[in-house]
């Protein structure tokens, strides 16, 4: 069956950076659009970054543009989410996602696959 696993998550003082990955398989990952999504304490799960299937297309919600960086490595099945310039207000359980369709993928309900989670606490 599909797996995603992240890792990579911890606990960092603001400004700092965290990398987490997010290892896939039982899929064909070329054929997944990859996404990370977060979600805070008594929050909606939020978009965060997505990768699209073609390697010519990535999209970030506001609040981490210019910040995070979103990269796959597809000969290893592996999505990366870069973090720098961390802030409080970016604590959150973060989730890698993977969808095989042709919707919009900054919505929650367009994506097939999720990992279990890794938590990012910042303080300040």
């Known amino acids: 069956q599909v797996q995603l696993v992240e890792s990579g998550g911890g606990l960092v003082q603001a400004g700092g950076s965290l990398r987490l990955s997010c290892a896939a398989s039982g899929l064909t990952f070329s054929r997944y659009v990859m996404a990370w999504f977060r979600q805070a304490p008594g929050k909606e799960r939020e978009f965060v970054a997505a990768f699209g299937r073609r390697g010519d297309s990535t999209a970030y919600a506001d609040s981490v543009k210019g910040r995070f960086t979103i990269s796959r490595d597809n000969a290893k099945n592996t999505a990366y989410l870069q973090m720098n310039s961390l802030k409080p207000e970016d604590t959150a359980n973060y989730y890698c996602?993977?969808?095989?369709?042709?919707?919009?993928?900054?919505?929650?309900?367009?994506?097939?696959?999720w990992g279990q989670g890794t938590q990012v606490t910042v303080s300040s």
């Open positions: 996602a993977a969808d095989s369709g042709s919707g919009s993928h900054i919505y929650v309900y367009n994506y097939e696959y």
